[in-house]
């Protein structure tokens, strides 16, 4: 977690930022209580994100909650799914609370949340199923920060950079750019 800075409204981390031209981890995913078959449903983008990332982000809740830190390896697994996930994967059904899983053998995941949906590869293509994992579950090894704020963009980037190195010093920081560049390229 980043400490507070003057002028950043919202950080979170994420493993892959959307639009950026990286594949990602698409997966297959059982659904016992989902009306649709397996092989109709197709994958799902698998991320793994803070709670802040979608508030940085622009994401909103629609229903439900988003994950928390205590939404780590001790606790029940949980995910918060895109509207578009929850449309396809359980038609005029409630997909709060319904449980996912990796296969057969693998524990359960509770869905807890449902956000907007987001173009993930090009803005001209429609989103796709997204199901996000807490990072505090299982930390990924490569993260972006995001964040929002009320400062001009150099001074936006240097506060963001700033908390990084309050946090760990000897983090390297690099690939900084703001997110309409990401857009436009």
Same mark, same amino acid.
């Given at each position: 977690?980043?400490?507070?800075? *003057? =002028?950043?409204? /919202?950080? #979170?981390?994420?493993?892959?930022?959307?639009?950026?031209?990286?594949?990602?981890?698409? %997966? !297959? @995913?059982?659904?016992?209580?989902?009306?649709?078959?397996?092989?109709?449903?197709?994958?799902?983008?698998?991320?793994?994100?803070?709670?802040?990332?979608?508030?940085?982000?622009?994401?909103?809740?629609?229903?439900?909650?988003?994950?928390?830190?205590?939404?780590?390896?001790?606790?029940?697994?949980?995910?918060?799914?895109?509207?578009?996930?929850?449309?396809?994967?359980? *038609? =005029?059904?409630? /997909?709060? #609370?319904?449980?996912?899983?990796?296969?057969?053998?693998?524990?359960?995941?509770?869905? %807890? !949340? @449902?956000?907007?949906?987001?173009?993930?590869?090009?803005?001209?293509?429609?989103?796709?199923?997204?199901?996000?994992?807490?990072?505090?579950?299982?930390?990924?090894?490569?993260?972006?920060?995001?964040?929002?704020?009320?400062?001009?963009?150099?001074?936006?980037?240097?506060?963001?950079?700033?908390?990084?190195?309050?946090?760990?010093?000897?983090?390297?920081?690099?690939?900084?750019?703001?997110?309409?560049?990401?857009?436009?390229?």
């Amino acid at each position: 977690r980043l400490p507070s800075q *003057p =002028g950043i409204v /919202a950080a #979170g981390a994420v493993n892959d930022l959307p639009l950026r031209g990286g594949g990602g981890i698409s %997966v !297959g @995913i059982f659904a016992p209580e989902s009306p649709i078959p397996r092989n109709e449903r197709g994958f799902t983008r698998q991320l793994q994100a803070s709670a802040g990332y979608f508030q940085a982000m622009g994401i909103r809740l629609l229903r439900g909650r988003l994950m928390t830190p205590a939404d780590d390896d001790k606790a029940p697994a949980v995910a918060v799914v895109s509207q578009k996930m929850a449309d396809d994967w359980w *038609p =005029g059904m409630d /997909a709060i #609370g319904r449980t996912l899983s990796y296969g057969a053998d693998s524990p359960p995941i509770t869905v %807890v !949340g @449902i956000v907007t949906d987001v173009r993930e590869r090009r803005l001209e293509t429609d989103p796709t199923p997204q199901m996000y994992r807490s990072v505090h579950e299982h930390p990924p090894s490569n993260v972006a920060f995001v964040a929002r704020g009320t400062l001009p963009p150099a001074a936006l980037l240097a506060r963001l950079q700033d908390a990084v190195r309050e946090v760990a010093p000897a983090q390297a920081v690099y690939n900084v750019r703001m997110m309409v560049g990401v857009i436009s390229a």
